[in-house]
């Protein structure tokens, strides 16, 4: 079943009335729990004792007693597992189904043996006459503060050894500081799902990538600093890093949560499919724009690879966007050749730093299988490219702009298009380009070279001549 649920609708109003707690203090009882399960009906309290391994049934062999016909004598265990990120660790129950009716996590039926990470605020319904709960960790009631969210980064906040009563410090998690809402897209390595900060309300876009193994002590580390580097990147035509979360998937395998601001108005993609072609002025509006935002990346030793319309987003302010009178004073404001009905708008780069996520390899082996926008160098696994295979791609998105298709193709074989990118075989066919002015041609020349020893760097794409009026 899949592990990334809509945790904003598994509490309705019947239930939120059953789960809101007052803050718990610590205690020798809360020390020895690592659980509990409220009744959205009534029933009590139901405690998850803190052990390596505790099983819920009809038997009275069963750590926690479960009542219902058709409750199962073992109808399911739980499995204590360890998150270590960042010199920091936090225990979490794994669920595994052993039952003949059924285990349901927020409304989905579990398969039978298969199982799944619990996290703080899931509903649990045990068969159909078992009951219905909603789950929480100890640590979280203990502290039930709201404001222990984060915009920003995850904060540490405070667990409780079982043993000891000690409070220890832990990472928080993503479903502590946000809820997750609706799915904006998928991808190779990831889906992409809204959600809103719980303390700020902020709407963000959320890169849940597909499991990975757990990492090394030594990996989380260089992870860490990574991040902390795409953190610090602050442009307006870059899209924002907000934060990021590790969070288990099963015993030895884990999701990464990459928090991101939210574009809203959609891909350069979808605006070239809409209009099959952009203007000429419009485009040169877009692309001055692309390259400010690589020139911050390349200035910072990042290198994005990964450059073409999909990723290109665009935030527009559109003239229904601003009240009438606003309206009125704004205009004669448009601040570039965009539509009528559009007032602004702003480039955002996205998609960058990805193989920090995915792993390097992999990255570059699904560049290399659809390698319409890839450098040549790329093609050829060089691993000493360097910053001018994005100056590649933003040739080739240029292109496209302009003639509303691809300069590589397989279309256009022989050869086939891996060839014609090594090759540096392409053209700029009639009619499409016959209104294209040479100088946006010598751009294009200048950015499609083989050898990137004679490639414009990103400076000197931003000083051609198509840009200086």
Not at 237 to 242: A, E, S, T, Y
Not at 373 to 398: C, Q
Request: proline share 4%.
């Amino acid at each position: 079943m899949s592990l990334i649920r809509k945790r904003e609708l598994v509490i309705n109003d019947e239930d939120t009335h059953q789960v809101k707690r007052q803050a718990t203090p610590i205690t020798s009882t809360t020390a020895k729990l690592i659980a509990k399960l409220y009744s959205t009906r009534g029933a009590p309290t139901i405690n998850i004792p803190n052990q390596s391994t505790c099983f819920l049934g009809r038997s009275k062999a069963c750590d926690v007693n479960l009542q219902g016909a058709d409750v199962s004598s073992k109808h399911c265990q739980l499995d204590r597992i360890t998150s270590e990120s960042q010199d920091k660790t936090r225990e979490y129950l794994q669920l595994t189904d052993l039952s003949s009716n059924g285990v349901y996590v927020n409304g989905e039926k579990m398969d039978r043996g298969s199982s799944v990470v619990l996290k703080t605020g899931d509903k649990l319904q045990f068969a159909k006459t078992g009951g219905i709960y909603i789950f929480r960790y100890t640590f979280d009631i203990i502290n039930n503060d709201p404001s222990a969210s984060s915009s920003s980064s995850p904060q540490e906040v405070p667990s409780v050894d079982a043993s000891s009563g000690v409070k220890k410090s832990f990472k928080s998690s993503f479903f502590d500081d946000y809820i997750l809402g609706k799915q904006l897209g998928t991808g190779h390595y990831a889906i992409v799902r809204e959600a809103k900060n719980k303390q700020t309300g902020q709407t963000v876009a959320v890169k849940i990538f597909h499991p990975n193994k757990t990492n090394s002590a030594a990996q989380d580390a260089k992870l860490q600093q990574e991040m902390n580097l795409l953190l610090s990147i602050n442009h307006p035509n870059i899209v924002q890093f907000v934060g990021h979360y590790i969070e288990p998937n099963s015993k030895n395998s884990v999701n990464t949560y990459l928090v991101l601001e939210k574009v809203n108005n959609g891909e350069l993609f979808q605006r070239i499919v809409n209009k099959q072609r952009l203007r000429s002025d419009e485009t040169r509006a877009i692309f001055k724009q692309l390259l400010s935002g690589l020139k911050y990346l390349h200035d910072n030793n990042i290198i994005h690879r990964d450059i073409k319309p999909e990723n290109i987003l665009l935030d527009i302010t559109r003239r229904s966007d601003i009240s009438h009178g606003q309206q009125n004073q704004l205009e004669e404001k448009q601040t570039g050749p965009w539509d009528p009905d559009e007032l602004d708008l702003r480039v955002k780069i996205a998609d960058f730093g990805l193989a920090k996520f995915i792993g390097e390899l992999k990255f570059t082996n699904t560049l290399c299988g659809t390698p319409a926008y890839v450098a040549p160098e790329i093609l050829k696994y060089d691993r000493n490219y360097s910053t001018k295979v994005d100056l590649w791609s933003s040739g080739v998105l240029l292109y496209v702009c302009l003639s509303g298709f691809p300069p590589f193709s397989d279309e256009l074989a022989p050869p086939n298009m891996k060839e014609q990118i090594l090759s540096g075989k392409y053209a700029f066919y009639s009619p499409y380009f016959d209104e294209v002015d040479d100088v946006v041609l010598d751009l294009i020349t200048k950015l499609l070279k083989v050898d990137p020893e004679e490639r414009f760097d990103v400076e000197q794409a931003l000083n051609h001549e198509w840009f200086q009026d």
